[in-house]
């Protein structure tokens, strides 16, 4: 018996072992990092991935990146951009997939390419004929150098969305667009018919206030809300700002005092300073 415990652990130590050395194997970090980006947007998401080059004191767009050629947008493997649903870039609608992102840049505008074989290296073997789309966008210059190379999301909202390459000194906007409204609306409809105490009061009335929906609504849902949660500063806060955006500056100025108190009672300071928001601007 002491035999066969003596030769499982035996067993177990050396695959641990094993293991341990097969993390530890030595490995070279690539000269341009890679970097996957996830952007949710409307009721899906937008997954990037792509190397990050450095400038390294060189000239990038119209020297080592010569303008009027297609561009892998990056280093090593091509771009890819995967999109869970449809989306609409620069006003055309694009489907749900995975695409390479090239593109072409000259000195005041950007021709920006979504290509249909996601998996290619570099721009080596990029064909035309495989391309889904082809838009051109402006070209920004920024004071502030960016040495790496960097794509990121920004002016997010739950129906747009602006995705910015920008590198040295050159900064490329693309806008997007979701068209998830009537989608959002149903699920928030179903979701608001269920039991009470489980309904999601903030994110509908919410949606609800920034999307300029049914205001009434919003503020049927803003009372039943705070019956549920009399101490909340954040539904005085909505059913302030509800109020104002209908035209009743008065009523929303005591509802967010009221909103205030509550906030100073249960030490919020954030909500005391967004409350104080909606009165001030009440009254400008």
Known sequence: MRKTKFYLLAVLFACVSLNIYAQQEPRIPEASSTQTIIQDFGLGKITITYSRPNVKGRKIFGGINPYGQVW?????????????????????????????LFSIPEKNEWTIILNKTAKQWGAYDYKQADDLLRFKVKSLTVKEKRETFTMQFANSTTKTTDLYIVWDHTAVPIHMQTNDDAQITANIEKLMQGEIKKRPYFNAIQYYYENDKDLKKAMQWALEAEKLEPNAPWFKLWKSRIQLKMGDKAAAIATAQQGIKLAKDSNDEEYVRLNEAVIQQAKD
Request: charged share 15%; glycine share 10%.
């Open 72 to 100: 892998r947008t990056g280093a090593n493997a091509a771009t890819t951009i995967t999109f869970s649903e449809e989306v609409i870039i620069e006003g055309n609608k694009v489907p749900a997939g995975t695409y390479a």
